[in-house]
């Protein structure tokens, strides 16, 4: 499913080169789900990116579904952000002009694979099926990220990656995004590698991973 | 101390922002300039108007001026002075010098009133004894006298061989005048013991018997301080210039509002902290106030001086058209007077803060603690909309009943700016109708963001947008006036300038013969005497003038409205034409009866037609030319109008030239004075043009700094795009493509906003402000040339920012996700 192999990653500062991802290793197969914690400013953010194609790496292979996401195009990067990622992140960042049924189907809709049946399926589980008329301003945070969630796996991706998802809500909704979010990668398949500080959230997952020193323990 | 450090760190902002603080700066400064400039023009010349007015008897003095002739004989002046008034003559006339025709004033400078008289140029001891030595002299402002290449002491002959007391140079003299003792005047100008008009001298003298006890009804007296003829007939021009220059003013302050806006919205995090760390929210203000009003003082001066250039750059062809249209001498070099610098800055003072004002309120208001929800658009959205019809209506029924119930210059140029001000907040209402349309009707997802984001991005360019369709209504309306004039104009100038030349005798003594000459030449079809007189109607100033009985006019003249058979009353006498302009100043419809005084009783006649007189501020009445000259014996049979076969024209000039000594000024042919009276109109409108180009400009800089303030305050909503797999070259299209059609759908709403104005310039200020009305034309090819100027303005204030997004580094767009937001 997502294979990481020796990606490196610096940034370069006035002060000199920081190293923030020193020959990382990472495999998610599918249907897993995978923690991954480490302090701030450890690099957690700067993986997810590289693995999303936002940004590219200094060295090292990102290999999605058996496509190599790193040294693509951008054009082949979109393309295989439209059809094979979902990404949420701790910004709900819905699009605030499109009611909520429009951004839950938005990025299955530019992928061209919009499924009805999933759709509204989601949109049950997600407990969305009677805000699809509203703006996403007049949701709660909670209700917010669920879109996002939704969002992502309208799509059917192979690999959710989310960031920080909870980071805006209280303990219980968390717990509860969380959760849902686990069962429906689990219910669809696809695989789901998620940010995260807690360690309680962590254990909800299959299997945790920790990023320290530029490297995966 | 405190206060200059928060000053500091608001000053920050800017020098990390240094393009937005340019915008601020231009906007201010665009807007200072062009209003300033516009000003200066008007300052400068109502300056002249009162110097006109002060000197030598204009508005400013008290004065008893002939009842119904043009002069009153000299013995009335002792008449008077024994009855107690003391008054002042002054003779008044045209004198020909060289290719030159000069007013001629001529005044007596002992009684002359303080506060009219001496001031300009006599003040001065020894001038006023050389004025008075046997010799005399003539008066003359030095730069008139430099304009015609004379000089001082230089004696001048008038064509009819008069000598004129020799030239002096007197520093203070309105332009283009001449003024010499009224004894030398009368001679020159051959009125002897001629008085055109008395000025009073205000000094308290001791009684005086009743007016018409002395005079009868040979004078009457006018009161000081009336407006002057100039200032009346002016006003419609420099009100048109206002109207301008405060159109562009508000199209700057649009550009400055969102300046204030973008800075504001993104120096909130950081006045949140200056909040945060106990600094009160008044303290902020003040110190926002100041950092403003310095900022505007800075712009303020820099648009001044921008102001002061364009001023000088445009007076030429203002004082041109002034002097074409009204014959006002409006000197061309600009002076500039301290008042000009301290308004000027008021008002960008001013309009700054008006255009920050919400900006100001918010931060008064401004919550310490962020709320986790994000802006609230859809519903404050809903809501500034309500409030933007809700006003537009108000302000529309405001502008009808103007129009409905208004009489006046003013209340027309209300409808005016009523009715553009009601249009412009209804743009975005119109627009969100028209985008939700669009919405409704989209299916692809994109497309369906693209129009949904479009609604949302409405209230920050809908400024910008609105300056676009206020600046492109005016270009349309503007344009379509002046291309309905000038229409109107050609084809009125080919019915007035029926004859082939035009010539004017000199010496009336030869007339009669050159007049024989020219009835036997084969070639020339038809002679068609002319003449002139001056009468007064109702206290107006009135050019009587006379035509021949011919088909020539009978098939041109520009008749708007006229009896049956028109021409044989106006042959016999019975009848007359009245300009439209006139008939509509003193209320005069076809079939009343006029009563024209002339030296050999009253001339009463039917108004038999109405015809057009563009451009002639003075009322004009026109008779059969014998029917003239049996009335005005002194007027003269001088002037006639010639048929000529096609092809001789040269030939008879030459021969006309040569034979009888006439020269160029003597003689016209029709297609000169075609030209030149085209020429003046171009110049007239020159100035419009030019305004109107700075006005469209001005809107494109507004629509350019909005779109490059919303582009950086827009990542948040295009970053997710990106991320969920939309390039970015797409979002840059998309961008680009969102805007040019909001763009296009605002110039859309201007075509038919733009004619409304034309229509409105034309059926209501024009009538209003001189009193002729034109046909509306609308000229489909200019409005598709202005579209696409318009269009290709947005494109290019467009362009730039999309540049900058198609080739933005994904860690710029990587930061919006950040969790250090
Ligand atoms: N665009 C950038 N330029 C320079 N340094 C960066 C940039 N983005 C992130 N960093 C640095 O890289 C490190 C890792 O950042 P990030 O991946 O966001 O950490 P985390 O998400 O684990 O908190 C941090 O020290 C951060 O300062
Ligand atoms: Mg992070």
């Known amino acids: 499913m997502l294979k990481v192999s020796r990606l490196s990653k610096s940034y370069g500062l006035p002060q000199g080169t920081l190293s923030v991802l020193r020959e990382v290793n990472l495999q998610v197969a599918a249907g897993e789900s995978v923690a991954l914690t480490g302090e701030s400013g450890s690099g957690k953010s700067t993986l997810l990116h590289l693995i999303a194609g936002l ?110 998802p909870t980071g805006n809500l209280d303990e219980a909704t968390a717990d509860e995004v969380v959760r849902l979010a686990r069962e429906l990668v689990a219910r669809s398949g696809c695989a789901l590698l998620m940010v995260t500080h807690s360690t309680r959230l962590a254990s909800l997952l299959d299997r945790r991973v920790h990023l320290t020193a530029g490297q995966l323990t | 101390m405190t206060a200059l450090w928060i000053m500091r760190v608001l000053l920050s902002h800017w020098m990390r922002h240094r393009m ?12 200072t300039a062009l209003w300033s400039g516009v000003q200066a023009i008007n300052q400068q010349a109502r300056t002249s108007y009162d110097r006109a007015a002060s000197a030598f008897g204009g508005g400013n003095t008290a004065m008893l001026l002939p009842g ?56 001065d001891a020894k001038l006023l004894q050389g004025f008075l030595s046997p010799g005399g002299q003539t008066l003359i402002a030095p730069r008139t006298a430099a304009d015609f290449g004379w000089r001082a002491d230089q004696v001048l002959t008038t064509e009819s061989g008069e000598r004129l007391p020799p030239l002096q140079l007197a520093p203070d003299l309105l332009p283009d005048l001449l003024v010499a003792d009224i004894g030398f005047a009368q001679t020159i100008l051959r009125q002897p013991d001629r008085i055109s008009r008395f000025l009073i001298d205000p000094a308290p003298g001791g009684e005086r018997l009743p007016l018409a006890q002395v005079a009868g009804s040979q004078l009457r007296l006018v009161e000081a301080g009336s407006e002057s003829d100039l200032q009346r007939l002016t006003a419609s021009f420099h009100l048109n210039l206002t109207a301008f220059g405060l159109l562009s003013f508000l199209v700057g302050l649009f550009i400055v ?156 140029f209300a409808v005016l700016a009523g009715a553009l001000l009601g249009a412009a907040l209804l743009l975005p209402v119109l627009l969100n109708v028209m985008l939700r349309t669009g919405e409704a009707m989209s299916r692809g997802p994109v497309a369906l963001w ?148 002339t030296p050999s009783g009253d001339w009463i006649a039917e108004v038999g037609g109405l015809y057009a007189d563009y451009g002639n501020p003075k009322g004009q009445i026109t008779v059969n030319t014998d029917q003239l000259l049996q009335r005005f014996v002194a007027a003269g049979r001088t002037r ?61 800089v507004a629509l350019f700094t909005s779109l490059l303030t919303l582009g950086q305050s827009r990542l948040p909503q295009l970053a997710p795009l990106w991320a969920l797999g939309v390039t970015r070259r797409r979002l840059a299209v998309l961008e680009l493509c969102k805007t040019m059609l909001l763009a296009l759908m ?74 250090e937001r």
């Open chain 2, 20 to 31: 937005q603080l340019a915008t601020l700066l231009i906007g201010l400064m665009s807007a």
């Open chain 2, 68 to 123: 119904d002739d043009v002069t009153v004989p000299q013995s009335l002046f002792a008449t008077l002075r024994r009855a107690g008034w003391l008054v002042s003559p002054v003779l008044e006339g045209r004198v020909r010098i060289g290719e030159r025709s000069v007013r001629l004033i001529g005044i007596e400078p002992l009684s002359l009133p303080r506060d009219a008289g001496p001031a300009p140029g006599l003040s």
């Open chain 2, 746 to 819: 605002t110039a859309l709403l201007a075509l038919p906003l733009g004619i409304g104005v034309a229509w409105c310039l034309i059926e209501v200020v024009n009538v209003k402000a001189f009193g002729w009305r034109l046909p509306l034309e609308i000229f489909p090819g200019e409005l598709a040339r202005l579209l696409l100027v318009a269009m290709a303005a947005a494109l290019v204030a467009t362009l730039l920012p999309m540049l900058k997004l198609g080739r933005m580094r994904p860690v710029a767009l990587l930061k919006v996700f950040a969790d």
């Open chain 2, 450 to 597: 693209a129009w949904a984001d479009s609604r949302q991005q409405l209230s920050g360019l809908s400024l910008a947008l609105m300056a676009l369709l206020l600046a492109l209504a005016v270009n349309v309306g503007v344009g379509t006036m002046v291309g309905s004039f000038s229409k109107t104009f050609l084809r009125w100038l080919d019915g007035r300038l029926a004859a082939d030349i035009y010539l004017v005798v000199p010496d009336p003594n030869r007339a009669a013969g050159i007049e024989a000459w020219l009835r036997q030449r084969p070639d020339i079809d038809a002679v068609l005497p002319a003449a002139r007189a001056d009468v007064r109607i109702g206290g107006e100033p009135v050019e009587l003038f006379g035509l021949a009985d011919h088909a020539t006019y009978r098939d041109l003249w520009p008749l708007l409205e006229a009896r049956a058979n028109v021409w044989d009353g106006v042959r016999d006498g019975r009848s007359v034409l009245v300009s439209e302009q006139l008939g509509r100043r003193l209320g005069i419809k076809l079939g009343d009866r006029v009563r024209l005084p």
């Open chain 1, 55 to 164: 940004d590219e790496p200094d060295s090292g292979e990102i290999v999605l579904d058996g496509k190599a996401m790193s040294g693509a195009s951008e054009g082949d990067r979109a393309q295989m952000r439209r059809e094979k990622l979902g990404l949420v992140f701790q910004q709900f960042n819905l699009i605030p002009s499109l009611k909520v049924g429009d951004n839950l189907s938005f990025q299955a809709r530019i992928a061209g694979k919009l499924d009805f049946a999933w759709l509204s399926e989601l949109a049950g589980r997600l407990g969305l099926a009677d805000m699809l008329d509203r703006y996403p301003e007049q949701l709660s945070g909670g209700q917010q990220q669920r879109v996002a969630i939704g969002r992502a796996l309208a799509v059917k991706p192979s690999l959710v990656l989310a960031d920080e």
């Open chain 2, 640 to 700: 006639f109008g010639l048929r000529v076969k096609s092809g001789a024209i040269p030939e008879v000039m030459r021969e006309l030239e040569s034979t009888f000594g006439l020269g160029r000024r003597d003689l016209a042919d029709q297609a000169t004075v075609k030209a030149e009276s085209q020429r003046i109109f171009n110049r007239t409108f020159a100035v419009t043009s030019v305004l109107n180009a700075f006005t469209l400009g001005v809107a494109g």
């Open chain 2, 257 to 412: 509002h969102s300046a204030i806006g973008l800075a504001f919205e993104q120096r909130l995090p950081m006045l949140r902290t200056l909040r945060a760390c106990g600094v009160s929210a008044s303290r902020l203000v003040s110190v926002l106030l100041a950092e403003l009003v310095m900022l505007a003082l800075i712009a303020g001066v820099a648009g001044l001086a921008c102001g002061y250039l364009i001023a000088s750059a445009l007076l030429p062809d203002v004082a041109a058209s002034l002097r074409g249209l009204y014959g006002a001498a409006v000197p061309g070099q600009l002076v500039i007077q301290p008042q000009w610098w301290i308004a000027g800055l008021a008002m960008c003072v001013a309009g700054s803060l008006v255009a920050a004002a919400g900006a100001l309120v918010r931060v008064l208001r401004l919550p310490l603690l962020v709320s986790a929800q994000p802006y609230a658009w859809q519903l404050s959205q809903r809501r500034w909309l309500i409030g933007q019809a809700l006003l537009a209506t108000a302000i529309l029924i405001a502008a009808l009943a103007a129009f409905r119930f208004g009489t006046s210059l003013l209340t027309a």
